[in-house]
């Protein structure tokens, strides 16, 4: 991921894909959200919660959680669990509070600040480990592989859903199209800042799903599957902790 500097509107000079940058754009960010990715992003996630297996009782993380959209709907799908999200920017977790306030799930979902290379959590902790659009941020991703790979149990489960390249395939320009033109555009319409564009720059610098699967083998874990998903904009991936 590339980590040079821009200059954001609201911040000064930040790295981008940091929580400073997300600082700038929280309040839309929920919004930009379903219109850039017309709504598919909260059926990726319903696979993502899919791919825990999670049992009654569980203790999930759930990193990178900006506005609470994985966390919020891990805890709903599964009433007797309970989550932890974690991210650095300060404005996407207020907004994420409120949700889960409105939610009234306050009581089992809580929100923290916290960066994903160095977490607080006690070794082998959690049933579940998750982290949607968020891996792409982390500078050092494989010491963030290697801290979900520590915290989590053995037996649980690790899953990953980050945005790729569309590659090959009969609607593989299409989805270019979308990801390149479509998304920067409208994603600095809707926000009216210019981060938007670091989006479509950070998902073509993202490594591809073998590469970043070796990653996570180097990490501790075991590839329990990789899936693409809508023409390979978006990938899941799932591992185990190797102990
Ligand atoms: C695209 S948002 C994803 C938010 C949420 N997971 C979702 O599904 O909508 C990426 C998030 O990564 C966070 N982030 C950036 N650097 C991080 C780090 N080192 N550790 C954890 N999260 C980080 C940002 O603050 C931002 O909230």
Redesign the pocket.
């Known amino acids: 991921m590339t980590t040079e500097p821009t200059t954001s509107s609201t911040t000064g000079t930040v790295r981008e894909?940091?929580?400073?940058?997300?600082?700038g754009i929280?309040e839309r960010?929920?919004l930009v959200?379903r219109v850039i990715s017309l709504g598919i992003?909260q059926s990726w996630?319903k696979k993502t919660v899919k791919a825990l297996e999670l049992t009654s009782g569980a203790r999930v993380l759930?990193?990178?959680?900006?506005?609470?959209?994985?966390?919020i709907m891990v805890a709903r799908t599964h009433p007797e669990v309970s989550v932890i999200?974690?991210?650095?920017?300060a404005k996407?977790?207020e907004v994420g509070k409120k949700k889960v306030a409105d939610a009234a799930l306050a009581d089992r979902l809580s929100l923290e600040l916290?960066?994903?290379?160095a977490l607080r959590f006690e070794s082998q902790s959690f049933a579940g480990v998750c982290?949607?659009?968020?891996i792409?941020?982390?500078?050092?991703r494989l010491q963030?592989l290697r801290e979900m790979a520590r915290v989590t149990k053995p037996g649980g489960r690790v899953a990953i859903?980050e945005l790729s390249e569309p590659r090959g395939g009969v609607l593989g320009p299409l989805a270019r199209f979308h990801v390149h033109s479509v998304v920067p555009t409208v994603g600095a319409l809707l926000s009216g800042k210019r981060e938007y564009h670091y989006?479509q720059k950070s998902i073509a610098a993202f490594p591809p799903p073998a590469e970043f699967e070796a990653m996570m083998v180097e990490a501790g874990l075991r590839i329990v599957s990789s899936t693409a998903l809508t023409f390979g904009v978006c990938q899941l991936y799932v591992g185990e902790p190797v102990r």
């Open positions: 894909g940091s929580g400073a940058m997300f600082d929280a960010y929920d959200n992003d996630r759930d990193l990178a959680t900006g506005t609470g959209d994985l966390a999200g974690v991210d650095p920017s996407m977790l916290g960066d994903a290379q982290i949607a659009f968020g792409r941020n982390v500078p050092d963030g859903l989006l």
